[in-house]
């Protein structure tokens, strides 16, 4: 319990202070420097709290078993599904589209990302997994979803981790287009989102 608790503080602590130039106004913090990547670089709170997190508890052997999570490779199908279901659920939403609502979906933002119109895909898809992909995983689901398993079966685990990962989000709601103009049934349908990405990361 002493490391779980250790993590998410760091993780929320860590996050947050990086943050706080983007949402800093509603504390009437209105000249902090806003860094290049800001809100990418915060999302390597959970990375950096689990290596401090392992390294207070279980120092350099702890460390170890964490990287070499990291790089554990598996089996072919898993790759298959987590590389192939955004672009199913893609073809999915596509579909249902075109029978509510009777026409296309206009695909020309497609691939391209508001904040950075510079990135192609190849650059997108690295700043992504190495910001959200490392930045964000290696903490909840290689250090955190672990230790709630060894009391909890998988689905439960994911149950909690997912409290705990929407609540780390909370400074998004004050600064990042998209969550600062959810209404209350919208908030609702994104945590369920996370829950249900809870669930089918914790089985990959």
Do not use: D
């Not at 170890?64 to 298959?80: A, G």
């Amino acid at each position: 319990m002493k490391q779980i608790l250790t993590f998410f503080g760091l993780a929320y602590l860590i996050s947050w202070i990086i943050w706080l130039p983007l949402y800093g106004h509603i504390f009437g913090l209105n000249n902090l420097p806003i860094l290049p990547y800001n809100h990418g670089t915060g999302a390597l709170g959970p990375l950096i709290a689990s290596l401090l997190t392992t390294w207070i508890y279980q120092r350099k052997e702890g460390i170890n078993v964490l990287i070499n999570k990291c790089v554990q490779l598996r089996p072919f199908l898993y790759f298959s599904i987590a590389l192939l279901s955004p672009f199913l659920l893609a073809l999915i939403a596509t579909i249902l589209n075109l029978f509510i609502n009777k026409s296309p979906i206009n695909l020309s933002g497609l691939m391209r990302y508001n904040e950075f119109p510079q990135f192609n895909l190849l650059t997108f898809f690295i700043y992504n997994l190495l910001f959200f992909g490392f930045g964000e995983e290696v903490g909840w689901r290689g250090f955190a979803l672990p230790r709630f398993q060894r009391k909890f079966n998988a689905l439960t685990s994911s149950f909690i981790l997912t409290v705990f990962w929407a609540f780390w989000h909370l400074p998004l709601f004050f600064y990042r287009s998209g969550y600062t103009s959810m209404s209350l049934a919208e908030t609702l349908g994104w945590m369920f989102s996370l829950l249900t990405g809870s669930i089918l990361l914790t089985w990959l």
